[in-house]
């Protein structure tokens, strides 16, 4: 079974929640009309901060955290737990069933949720008005779907949510967590660090930032599944001894490792990632070492002779483009018309490109004009992007408005290169930092927040679990 760790926690009750699409909260919606409806649901489950909030309220935030957790999770889900069966008498731990650990994290997101809308309007933070078209829109969209089945939006949302489930009471939930999100992304980008930081955030945590080359010899104390003696340990350390006292003359660790391969193993790695299971680890990334660096490490069942040679620290640029992504459906009865339609709407997109003012702002306007997915990244770095594209925009031969088409399993993506922002280690180092400044900000606001939770009306939360 996958468990789920205390960071995994924190992101399902503060990040999850409020990067939910409506879309998905809408599909919820008409796809539960399906369902059984729920047990009445117009009495209190949660009081927040002084609030009271219906026990219909709860299961907004509750099915919308279940269904994005299993949406996530989709590959591991068979292993986790059966869906087809009562959450209730399925053990997520020895302390809880799935029911117990879905009904604590939901009340948990919709605290912060909650928490972080009120701070929002007591700062007097206004919705963006994207966001805020988006609430609306969802609501008229309710209101249609209602008016199908001849019925009002309150009767609609009830038989979903359960009674007492408004459409006002929606709204407001719609809202919070859009509310939320923005206001959390606007305090935390107000966080600013010096030069001097972003470099102590590098030094002290190494192993987040660079990745390194090196070679290895492991001298064996004892077998597999063996524990060593002090004569064995002795003898690996005098080899290891040995073999050093040659590396450091001036010979390399590839050649004298021929001579010992009896005793041992030769590896060399490039562009390791640094890992804390490792006795060597925090020696190789240490902020000071420099190439040609060799050391030998004991770690309990044999000697490691280390050989440092490398180290990218994350000095390229990071990037500013933007991707417009024109999805093709390869299980579709009609893949390949949906391909060559999606080739032809990024391939358009892209002679838009070529022939205007080839800036960032030009390009997403031009990208708006089309039913592509759009997103635009600032200072973006490796490993975000699909393979190809993160290739292409990281190209050393890039240059300021660049374009391309490229095409991905998923269809055909338009990428615009806008330009290189700053060093890659010094955008993640202040991420790392932001997210942290904001960590304490967030825990600082629940602590102040008073919550309640109505345990026996929470047991009928969800479907009743």
């Known amino acids: 079974m996958k468990k789920v760790s205390e960071k995994e926690k924190r992101r ?75 959450l209730k008498t399925q053990a997520y731990d020895e302390n809880q069933s799935w029911f117990d650990y879905f009904t604590d994290q939901a009340a948990d997101a919709m605290t912060g949720v909650v928490a972080v809308a009120d701070k929002a309007r007591a700062a007097g933070f206004a919705l963006p ?50 509310l939320a999100k923005a206001y959390g992304a606007q305090v935390r980008e107000s966080f600013s660090f010096t030069a001097a930081e972003l470099e102590a955030q590098y030094n002290q945590n190494p192993g987040q930032y660079a990745l390194v080359d090196y070679e290895r010899f492991y001298v064996r104390a004892c077998g597999a599944g063996e524990t060593p003696t002090d004569a064995q340990k002795a003898a690996a350390g005098q ?15 590839k050649d004298v ?62 990037a500013d483009c933007v991707d417009v992504a024109f999805a093709a459906d390869s299980g579709a009865d009609d893949a390949q018309r949906q391909y060559e339609d999606a080739c032809e709407k990024a391939e358009a997109l892209q002679k838009v490109w070529e022939s ?28 975000t992007l699909d393979g190809a594209i993160d290739d292409w ?29 700053r060093e890659a280690w010094k955008v993640s180092a202040e991420n790392d930092l932001r997210e942290a400044e904001y960590e304490e900000w967030y825990q600082a606001l629940l602590k102040g927040t008073k919550v309640v939770r109505k345990t026996a009306v929470l047991q009928s939360a969800g479907q009743a679990g």
């Open 393 to 421: 925009v990281f190209d050393p031969a890039r240059a300021a408005g660049d374009s391309a088409v490229i095409y991905t399993k998923a269809g055909f993506h338009a990428v615009f290169y806008a330009g290189a922002g």
């Open 129 to 178: 008005a994207a966001d805020q078209a988006e609430v609306d829109t969802a609501l008229e969209n309710v209101a249609r779907s209602a008016a199908n089945r001849s019925m009002t939006s309150d009767e609609y949302l009830s038989g979903v949510y359960g009674k007492g489930m408004t459409a006002e009471r929606f709204r407001r939930c719609l809202t919070d967590t859009r």
């Open 356 to 383: 205007g003012a080839k800036t960032a702002g030009a390009a997403q306007t031009a990208a708006a004009q089309t039913d592509g997915e759009t997103q635009t990244y600032a200072e973006l770095t490796k490993n």
């Open 257 to 318: 490792s021929a001579d010992y391969s009896a005793k041992g193993a030769y590896t060399a790695f490039s562009a390791a990632y640094y890992d804390r299971s490792f006795s060597y680890g925090d020696w190789l990334f240490s902020a000071d070492r420099k190439d040609g660096d060799s050391a030998e490490i004991d770690d309990g069942r044999g000697c490691y002779v280390m050989v440092f040679h490398a180290a990218d620290r994350g000095n390229y640029a990071s």
């Open 12 to 86: 399902g009750r503060r990040l999850t929640i409020f990067a939910i699409a409506l879309g998905a909260a809408c599909a919820a919606v008409i796809l539960a009309l399906l369902l059984p409806q729920l047990a009445p649901a117009d009495r209190t489950a949660v009081v927040i901060g002084g609030e009271k909030f219906s026990l219909s309220e709860f299961n907004y935030y509750y099915q919308t955290y279940y269904d994005t957790y299993c949406s996530e999770n989709e590959q591991y889900l068979s292993y986790m737990f059966d869906t087809s069966k009562s």
């Open 239 to 253: 080899t290891a001894d040995e073999i050093l006292a040659r590396v450091r003359a001036g010979e390399s660790l």
